[in-house]
């Protein structure tokens, strides 16, 4: 059965083709075919680089195939939010909304009711925005919300998400499913890229699965029929990787590698911090859990010297480095895997050798002369990182434009993780986006950097990803820690619902009622 209650056979396609696309000589899909019923959602999914992400932008018309067509059905609207954010950032959401076909009379622009619109439609949908908010200041999760809503202010029929519930926390997972639901139930169709398996088997009718450019299964009505390693052995073709584990814990003894003492630090959006002390020893592996928007982004930029502080102290390895430069922190052994690889992490027309010596430069040669020496000692670097991550296609000199976005993160991860001397690493959704290879290879790497005595501080929306790596995680919610989970602990039952009410505000209500 369908989500509209339809007999699968009967039902209309809404999506149907096969097409081929290559790049610079590489086939990215070989005559990929989608089919997408109405009042169905389907799950498209696949490793980092199997097509995914161009065989959606095809569908929305963004991208031209090379050979073959996709079909929409007449009447059809496609909305397509995908993986990086298409907001122009310079601009508030409302005036995003409107790009295009702007309301208005005699030359002036009416954008009050659409605000209005978005702010209604959000609510209703449990996807809360800011219609005036300007786009470049909201975190990822908070575009990608904004996105979706845009899209079904727009009246989309036909819904395209990739990758949507990266950086969401398990209530607005929950929130966003029902979105969906209501979309395919009104005859609608909905196209879920994820790498996230248990939200396949918990929501998906229909399923496609991408290896290498060409679909190797495609089943429909699944709904209740099929488990996530079925569909991970698809994906990978053989048997997926185990689920992280927690490393060994530091000793009781071991020294503090990096503190936040009474931080404060402010933000316009009202997500900043707030009398924040956190204090990380040589060794241990801290989560940090949060709705999207309570505090994260700042908690991490302050500590990255990306935003100043209005109170409080930085302390890296015993030292103050709250005043220090961005380089300064780096040369102290601070590493930096930012939640935006594209706005932060990577300079995308640049290659892969030259992306791993961004803040690298006294290391691997500084200034013009010391750049061209440098170049074996980049590639060398290069050569390490893409071998050690497996990233896909091989090749230090390709820009890094040209990775899938997995393997994007797999560059930014290994630049962080070998920095010379590294003493703590903060990780804003080091996985986001990831597929379960990559994923595994990722927290491996974290694990050994904690292993060898790095402080790691995790700030993730995936909560098996915390639960499985970290000795403790904290919950920030309206920019203060209001609650722990330590140790063992973490591997109780009710876990979830515990970190849940804190991460909502519940527990606190309780309390005070």
Known sequence: MTAAGHDPAAAASLITGA?????????????????????????????????????????????????????????????????????????????????GREPGRAGVLALAPVADALRALGAAHGLAVDPWARAGALSVGEQQRAEIVIALWRGASLLILDEPTAVLAPVEVDGLFAVLRGVAAAGGAVVLVT???????????????????????????????????TIARAMVGGEPPPR???????????????????????????????????????????GVAGVEGNGQRALVEAIAGLRRP??????????????????????????????????????????????????????????????????????ALA????????????????????????NQQKIVVGRELTRPALRALVAAQPTRGVDLGAQALIHARLRDAAGRGVAVLLVSADLDELLGLCHRVVVLHRGRLVGEVVGDALRADGVRGRLGALMTGAAAAEEAA
């Open 19 to 99: 097409v081929t696309k290559r790049y610079d000589g590489r086939t990215v899909l070989d005559a990929a075919t989608l089919q997408v019923r109405a009042g169905a959602i389907h799950a498209l999914v696949g490793e980092n680089g199997a097509g995914k992400s161009t065989l959606v932008k095809i569908v929305a018309g963004l991208v031209r195939p090379d050979a073959g067509a996709i079909a929409v059905a007449p009447g059809q609207r496609v909305g397509l939010v995908p993986q990086h954010g298409a907001l122009v950032p310079t601009l508030t959401v409302v005036e995003n909304a409107v790009l």
């Open 195 to 229: 790498h996230k398996l248990d939200e396949v088997v918990a929501i998906a009718d229909d399923l496609t699965v991408l290896r290498a450019g060409r679909v190797v299964r495609h089943d429909v009505g699944v709904a209740g029929h099929l488990d996530a390693t």
């Open 244 to 286: 992280a584990t927690a490393p060994p814990p530091p000793a009781a003894t071991a020294a503090i590698a990096l503190a936040v003492r009474g931080l404060h630090v402010a933000d316009a959006t009202g997500a900043g911090v707030h009398g924040v002390d956190l204090a990380l020893r040589a060794g241990e592996l801290v």
């Open 310 to 379: 209005g109170a409080g102290r930085i302390e890296l390895g015993g030292v103050d480095v709250t005043g220090a430069t961005v380089a300064a922190r780096l040369a102290a052994g601070l590493g930096h895997v930012a939640e935006d690889r594209h706005a932060m992490g990577l300079v995308l027309d640049a290659s892969i050798e030259d992306n791993v010596a961004l803040g690298r430069e006294a290391e691997l040669g500084a200034g013009l002369g010391g750049w061209i020496l440098g170049r074996r000692a980049r590639r």
């Open 383 to 406: 050569d390490a990182i893409v071998r050690d991550l497996d990233v896909r296609p091989p090749d230090p000199t390709l820009p890094a434009r040209a990775l899938s976005g997995g």
